[in-house]
């Protein structure tokens, strides 16, 4: 099989890119990359890139609902984020400690999507 | 602003877990690590973890349409994935070239997502 290294873009389709744009840029520090009429790209790390597309503008792809999306954190960095969240207007709606130890904190993003932050000890894998 | 390592999980909604599970698994070799009536999880390095959701089975979450996911690929890679793929009964859509000098392959899952493999060269960060 040939070889891959990894999710490089996920994808969220919002009604409003510069709400969107924004706050992914105020809560979790990612700088838009791309800005154009139907897709504003922001930079996750140096090999991620999250794709928020205006619903409905994109022809050959397209999403409705409140897709789910999860980043992984450090856990020494858990209580910094459960400050820093409430601080920037966002309530933390849900928490989950996985039997294998991690932790995930669950809150929405503008469009109601599900995100997640989760330490280490979720899968099996991580 | 705490620290954040990236995406962990990306979801996708889907008609029938099975068949996804066997399409990732076959086209893609990401192996399942997590089985269960409204979720596959399946692992495609050991920091990311793809999650397939049966569409209508989530209470906080859910998704329609056809949504966009794209895997990073080394340049060596693109010849080999170009023959790999309809081997394996996956057509390819389209092509791009991208200014920067990366190369994107399009195409579909079972559900009509469109995935997409791409070299170094898209963005400015990749």
Chains 1, 2 share one sequence.
Do not use: N
Not at 91 to 96: A, L, N, P, Q
């Amino acid at each position: 099989m040939p070889p891959l290294q990894g999710v490089l873009e996920a994808s969220l389709y919002v009604d409003d890119l510069e709400r969107s744009a924004r706050f992914y840029q105020e809560v979790f520090g990612f700088a838009v990359i791309h800005s154009g009429d139907r897709l504003r790209a922001v930079r996750v790390t140096d090999r991620q890139v999250l794709l928020l597309f205006k619903k409905g503008a994109s022809a050959d792809h397209d999403g409705e609902g409140r897709l789910h999306l999860a980043f992984a954190i450090v856990p020494e960095a858990l209580q910094a984020w459960e400050r820093w969240l409430p601080e920037h207007g966002v309530v933390i709606e849900s928490r989950k400690a996985w039997p294998r130890g991690g932790h995930s904190i669950y809150f929405r993003d503008p469009d109601q999507h599900l995100l997640e932050l989760v330490t280490p000890g979720c899968w099996s894998i991580y």
